[in-house]
């Protein structure tokens, strides 16, 4: 029988090789989900997909940017499993760069990681998600489409995009009935491996920004992402959860 929160359902996560998305997706394991991971890192993919608990999980090689990639991807799922209840879009990617020595290249290729992503897997997973009569999907914003940063420009522009595309994703999956919730999760500083390399002087001078005085851990960031996913959360649509350790509210 079911067990846990999300037992009997089916949850795919992007970017779930490190980080948040392997945090997130150990999360939804450990609650009695099925859990498809997607990522474009096929080694690190395999050793989060094989360290889970339960059984019935799988990897997918997904470049989140690429629409084929997401048809094949919903294909296999279906295949596989029928329906998708929760859609965690959480791939993304950004560095520090003065908005004026950003090239067109690099702006899309941001724009393309964090934006177009969360985009091509709403559009792609909606059949399944409505097979599900209790489709949740999660998008990955940041406390950057709230305020801005030095370096920011692209990242923020990106991750805004995120935050409004949510809202008008619930609005119009509540007016045409779709069965599907949409909300947006907005983290802030995060202790994980890619904060890791920008080095202890970088990392200390976030943590001094930070009302908590410490980094989120990965898995702070996965208990909000279950609950906006969860059946308590049936009535939470279109809205936005910041979890930041106070940063915004400065």
Not at 176 to 192: E, Q
Request: charged residues 20%.
């Amino acid at each position: 029988m079911p067990c846990g929160r999300f037992g009997g359902r089916i949850v795919l996560v992007t970017g779930a090789a490190k980080g948040i998305g392997a945090a997130t997706a150990r999360a939804f394991a450990s609650e009695g989900a099925t859990v498809v991971l997607c990522d474009i890192d096929e080694a690190a993919l395999k050793v989060t997909v094989d360290a889970l608990p339960g059984t019935g999980h799988c990897g997918i090689r997904l470049d989140v940017t690429s629409e084929a990639d997401w048809i094949a991807a919903m294909g296999e799922v279906e295949r596989a499993f029928g329906k998708l209840d929760v859609l965690v879009n959480n791939a993304g990617w950004g560095e520090l760069r003065s908005l004026f020595d950003t090239s067109f290249e690099q702006w899309r290729r941001v724009i393309a990681i964090n934006l177009d992503s969360v985009f091509l897997g709403t559009r792609n997973s909606m059949p399944l998600l409505e097979k599900s009569g209790k489709g949740s999907i999660v998008n990955m914003s940041s406390i950057r489409s709230l305020v801005a940063g030095v370096g920011s420009g692209p990242y923020s522009a990106a991750k805004a995009g995120v935050h409004l595309l949510t809202k008008a994703t619930a609005i119009e999956c509540a007016a045409a009935g779709k069965p599907v919730r949409a909300n947006s999760i907005h983290p802030g500083f995060v202790d994980t491996p890619l904060s890791k390399q920008t080095g202890e002087e970088a990392r200390n001078a976030r943590r001094s920004t930070v009302p908590q005085g410490r980094l989120a851990e990965p898995e702070e960031i996965a208990a909000g992402i279950l609950f906006l996913a969860s059946d308590a959360a049936s009535y939470v649509n279109g809205t936005e959860l910041v979890v930041d350790g106070g940063f915004t509210a400065v």
